[in-house]
């Protein structure tokens, strides 16, 4: 069965700063990959997308993920956080099959900025 | 274009009781899927429902059933609700085949069961 590790609960960074969100996976097959971002009282919205091709994928509000097969991971990555980054994100692998498809998250980690 | 929307958002229970929650998909998807997220984790797969029949089925109970509607919209039920059951019911619509594997969310109907 697959699944999905965050291994970092809480992260706090000062506004400004870099940011590298770790995720790893377990799953047999190529992974769909996702990031999504979950605002206070929010449903999720999603930051980016892993399917195929090119490792490092861009997504919306300046964030980033590099795919490594070797490590099973997808790191979340931002060069310089805004104080609006707080929130909590959630790691996915996304799993399709015939019947159709479905997301396993990770437990998520809760990003802190502080000023 | 309105996206994935949700009724009620807050609503309280008593144990013992039945809840049934609403989803609307985003315009052009007819797949929905159910998510419980507890507080402080991730969401978890309840269900998934395409052309009116459940398609998916994570590990819940049978007290957890759900139905499709024609125009695609869909409710969640929860009989015999335990206080366990508290959490934000977050669902997600997608068009079939996946469309490039992105669910997209609603903001989530949150149970207290007390």
């Known amino acids: 069965a697959q699944s999905v590790t965050q291994p970092d609960i809480h992260i706090t960074v000062s506004e400004g700063a870099s940011l590298e969100l770790r995720c790893n996976y377990s799953?047999?097959?190529?992974?769909?990959l996702f990031w999504y971002v979950q605002s206070p009282g929010q449903g999720l919205q999603l930051l980016l997308k892993?399917?195929?091709?090119?490792?490092l994928v861009q997504g919306i509000k300046g964030f980033e993920a590099e795919f490594k097969r070797s490590q099973s991971s997808f790191n979340l990555r931002k060069p310089s956080v805004h104080w609006s980054d707080a929130a909590e994100y959630f790691c996915?692998?996304?799993?399709?099959?015939?019947?159709?498809?479905?997301?396993?998250f990770g437990t998520g980690t809760q990003l802190k900025v502080e000023l | 274009d309105a996206g994935v929307t949700q009724s009620p958002t807050h609503l309280i229970k008593t144990r013992g009781q039945q809840v049934t929650l609403r989803c609307s998909p985003k315009?052009?998807?007819?797949?929905v899927s159910w998510y419980q997220q507890a507080l402080g984790q991730g969401p978890q797969f309840i269900f998934q429902?395409?052309?009116?029949?459940?398609?998916q089925r994570g590990n819940f109970p049978d007290r957890f059933s759900g139905h499709q509607f024609p125009n695609y919209s869909s409710e969640l039920n929860v009989n015999a609700l335990l206080l366990g059951d508290s959490a934000l019911y977050l669902c997600?619509?997608?068009?079939?085949?996946f469309g490039g594997g992105e669910l997209f969310f609603g903001e989530g109907s949150r149970l207290t069961v007390l």
């Open positions: 315009s052009g998807h007819d797949t």
């Open positions: 429902y395409y052309e009116e029949e459940e398609r």
């Open positions: 997600a619509s997608s068009p079939r085949g």
């Open positions: 799953y047999g097959a190529t992974p769909y």
């Open positions: 996915a692998v996304g799993i399709i099959t015939g019947g159709g498809n479905k997301l396993t």
């Open positions: 892993y399917f195929s091709g090119d490792t």
